[in-house]
């Protein structure tokens, strides 16, 4: 039902001017000093007034929508009207979740080489790393812990081909998963045909 009252807020922007920004960005490719600059060639710009199959969230205070369009992320009034790009650039940005505090969202981006979950404050500022796979990663639909202070997120598991739950602390302070929440083999000879898949995990008001 959320996603009905939201999909009503963005079909109501009046003007929302969608740009690849001309800079550039420093991507990491394996290790921390081997960089891969890349410089926009050119500067294509246009307005778009709706968009499909996106992903959003709406603050905690409910005034605010945040989503993903394109590769970058968006803020708007939930009454709808004009979007604000936050996070905007070379990068490919989605799936924005906000914080049960309001003051920042969780993203999955590739802005590293690799695509990662990071963490930013509300506004797009501050961007932070918080995990660090490689080798073509792939994540899907983060969600917050009710205390802020990790986040549950679904990574594909190409030898399985299937996705399993794993939390990450929120400060940033290691790159390596707290915990594994499920696991896509129930036993270690599970056949390929039952193995389970866990995406867009949401959590029960106690938390737990």
Known sequence: MRFGSVTLGLLAVTSLAVSVCAQSYDLRIHEEGDKLPLQPARLIQWTEHEGTWVSLDISPDGKTIVFELLGDLYTMPITGGEATCIVCGLPFDSQPVYSPSGAEIAFVSDRDGNENLWIANADGSNPRQISAMEENSVFVSP?????????????????????????????????????QVTHAKRTPDTPKEERGNALGAALSPDGH
């Open 143 to 179: 969600e917050w812990s009710r205390d802020g202070e990790s986040i549950y997120i679904s990574r594909y598991k190409p030898d399985m081909n299937a996705y399993e739950l794993w939390r990450y602390a929120a400060d940033g302070t290691s790159h390596t998963p707290i915990e």
